[in-house]
């Protein structure tokens, strides 16, 4: 891991060398292939400390127009169906989680250039009206507390600023919670949410309302497709109950939109082959990943790996890395 992480870094800095360096139009030239791209928020001023899942509307539209004016961008059905051109990249793009901020910025800038765009939504607002990660987030950004006591283990505050306990950090704990659980932990720290006046940063948690996820599917430009309810880590929580995750975001996602959902995003991009199966067998047609598990599971069509794009690099640099499918 820590290798790969070494390799990165010198692979990055390397390729901003050459960016400066005068090398932008020979590595930006023309390189063909497939990819499926994964953004999840977008708000007004590119926020990049809360968390790694924002850009600006300003860069996503100047993305936006880069990509269409360079490459083909295509609905993710003709992904599927490989209706690619040949001799330029073809991209498919995805939105995960369901934010507010979706309907609010993305969904204006697509329909300007027309641009096709799938959305993978958490059915979580059922029940709450934020996810946990965001939740997490924001709390350990503005709370002053130095430690925290939940499920009688203490967590401390690390360098990096999160809540740890036994060298693992409340966020990933989260990830293997029960919403039950979630629900103690949210009440817990409910005054340091409160503290935070959460509305005035409505941008980074707050999600699409059913009537806003219905305008969404009922465009001919878009599709909606399921990410569980909850956004738990489907591989760290007992089969059945990731099973129920996988059905009933179908379900309800089914009942919102009145259409089949037939797309369906792992949170993380957690997933093992009984999942995966589980997936095709209650009807979904896509199912979508960030990288595969095997070499067996590359070759099954309904599966398909997805580039997740970064935040922290200047867009000349991530359109290196897009190009080569690949941060290192
Ligand atoms: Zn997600």
Redesign the pocket.
């Known amino acids: 891991m820590l290798w790969i992480r070494i390799k990165s870094r010198l692979l990055l800095s390397y390729r901003k060398f050459m960016l400066r360096s005068g090398f932008k139009k020979w590595m930006l030239r023309n390189r063909y292939g497939e990819r499926i791209l994964v953004f999840?928020g977008v708000d007004s001023v590119g926020e990049t400390r809360y968390n790694s899942r924002f850009f600006s509307k300003e860069y996503f539209e100047t993305f936006i127009q880069y990509i269409t004016e360079h490459y083909n961008v295509i609905p993710l059905d003709d992904f599927y169906q490989k209706k690619f051109k040949p001799n330029t990249l073809n991209i498919a793009l995805t939105f995960?989680?369901g934010y507010l901020n979706n309907y609010e910025y993305v969904v204006p800038i697509l329909k300007k250039h027309n641009v096709p765009a799938c959305f993978?939504i958490?059915t979580i607002h059922e029940k709450t009206s934020y996810l946990f990660p965001d939740f997490i987030d924001l709390v350990e950004f503005h709370s002053p507390k130095k430690e925290l006591v939940f499920e009688r283990n203490v967590y401390q505050r690390s360098s990096r600023n999160e809540f740890v306990w036994n060298g693992v950090s409340l966020k990933n704990i989260a990830k293997a919670l029960p919403y039950e659980v979630l629900e103690l932990l949210y009440k817990s720290l409910q005054q340091d949410w409160l503290n935070l006046k959460p509305e005035s940063l409505a941008e980074y948690w707050k999600l699409m309302k059913p009537k806003q996820i219905k305008e969404i599917a009922d465009d001919p430009l878009f599709t909606i497709g399921a990410?569980g309810e909850t956004?738990a880590s489907l591989i760290d929580i007992p089969i059945e109950r990731a099973k129920a995750e996988i059905l009933n975001s179908k379900q309800s996602l089914e009942t919102i939109c009145k259409q089949s959902i037939d797309e369906f995003?792992f949170?993380?991009g957690f997933y093992t082959k009984e999942l995966a199966d589980y997936c095709l067998e209650i009807g979904y047609k896509k199912v979508l990943l960030v990288d595969y598990n095997t070499i067996s599971d590359k070759k099954q069509e309904a599966l398909q790996n997805r580039f997740v794009m970064n935040p922290y690099i200047s867009m000349d640099l991530q359109l290196v890395c897009l190009l080569q499918n690949s941060y290192y």
């Open positions: 999840h995960d989680d993978y958490t990410h956004h995003a949170p993380f």
